[in-house]
């Protein structure tokens, strides 16, 4: 038998935290031969709450669960912990300036980088969901330097499944023969959803996405600025915003960098640039990547067209502007 993965939620009386939490419980981030103990931070205002999910989770009596820890001790929720989802942070609220919001997500970010440095397994994989995702990962990176670069990420999945849901809509076909979209760039709304190399599997092979959807025009407009608002679209008719989604995607986002993505497809997933697709390195972006035995490797020779390169250089550039904000937040 396996022994367990520990696996944090940091946030996890939050929406999100209440949707993932028995996601992870049932397997469908580790697989279903692999049990867990759940770590679950949140802050004080919410640890009853915070309990209230713990007695839910034994009530489920997951037979993968083979411990929770519940608390609002940041170097407790931490200690050996093998997988670290970021979820908690400070929300935007009415009429705060953008610098007031980083700035209080850059000093969670720094403290938790800190203890995830202290107390967590030497090779711990960190998956940040909480915005601004890419820069809160960044900024976790800059204050961690013995966790590997490659171990911290940021969530992109969510958008990356969001394209493969439109094009599966518009084409009617399932959303699993849909394949290799890609998310450019930062968690937000300058995101490229990129389908120039998408195919989907048709009862005569595969085809590219661009030859199904006769409408170019809308994959050019219509269809970017429906994923790049999708989030303020499930707001405006929820009230809430995306949470089952939001889980469901980290969990895909884990599970592919722990288990690998299939032969033949690849992922988004928001990763310290290289260099790559002449994104300037010290930059968390979104790439394509590809993972195998728990390493993501991005997708390189991909073509970019003209179109395409100012939309990559757009996003990029949102990112240098907003790494620049969380430094002058710093100290
Ligand atoms: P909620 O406000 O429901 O939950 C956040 C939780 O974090 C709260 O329980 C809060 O008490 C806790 N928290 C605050 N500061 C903390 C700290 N220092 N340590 C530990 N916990 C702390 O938000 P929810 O809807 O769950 O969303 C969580 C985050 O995900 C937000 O930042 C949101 O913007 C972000 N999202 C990111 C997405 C992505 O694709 N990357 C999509 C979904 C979501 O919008």
């Known amino acids: 038998a396996k022994d367990p993965v520990r696996v944090l939620v940091t946030g996890a009386a939050g929406q999100i935290g209440y949707a993932i939490v028995p996601m992870i419980a049932r397997g469908a981030m580790l697989g279903p031969d692999q049990p867990v103990i759940l770590h679950m931070l949140d802050i004080e205002p919410a640890a009853e709450s915070l309990n209230g999910v713990k007695m839910e989770l034994i009530d489920a009596a997951f037979p993968l669960l083979r411990g929770v820890v519940a608390t609002t001790d940041v170097q407790e929720a931490c200690t050996g912990v093998n997988i670290a989802v970021m979820v908690g942070g400070f929300p935007r609220k009415e009429g705060m300036e953008r610098k007031d919001v980083m700035s209080k997500n850059v000093s969670i970010y720094k403290a938790q980088a800190s203890a995830l440095e202290k107390n967590a397994a030497a090779d711990v994989k960190v998956l940040v969901v909480a915005n601004p995702a890419n820069t809160n990962a960044l900024i976790l990176k800059e204050f961690a330097l013995s966790i590997p670069q490659k171990n911290i990420t940021c969530l992109t999945r969510l958008d990356h499944n969001r394209t493969l849901g439109q094009i599966s809509e518009k084409l009617n076909v399932h959303v699993g023969d849909v394949k290799n979209v890609v998310i450019w760039g930062n968690h937000s ?105 728990g390493q993501w490797s991005i997708v390189q020779g991909l073509k970019i067209d003209k179109f395409s390169r100012g939309k990559l250089d757009a996003t990029a550039q949102e990112l240098i502007e907003e790494k620049s904000l969380a430094y002058s937040c710093l100290n």
């Not at 085809?207 to 170019?216: D, F, H, I, Q, S």
């Not at 033949?264 to 290289?274: I, N, R």
């Open 189 to 293: 709304s300058t995101q490229y959803p990129d389908v120039n190399h998408a195919t989907v599997t048709t009862s005569s092979g595969e085809k590219p996405v661009r030859e199904l959807v006769a409408n170019g025009q809308w994959l050019n407009k219509e269809f970017i600025t429906t994923v790049q608002q999708r989030g303020a679209a499930i707001i405006k008719a929820r009230k809430l915003s995306s949470a089952l989604s939001a889980a469901s995607a980290a969990c895909d986002h884990i599970r592919d960098w722990v288990l690998g993505t299939p032969k033949g497809s690849w992922v988004s997933m928001g990763v310290y640039s290289d260099g790559s697709y002449g994104i300037q390195p010290g930059l968390v972006y979104s790439f394509p990547v590809t993972c195998e035995k």
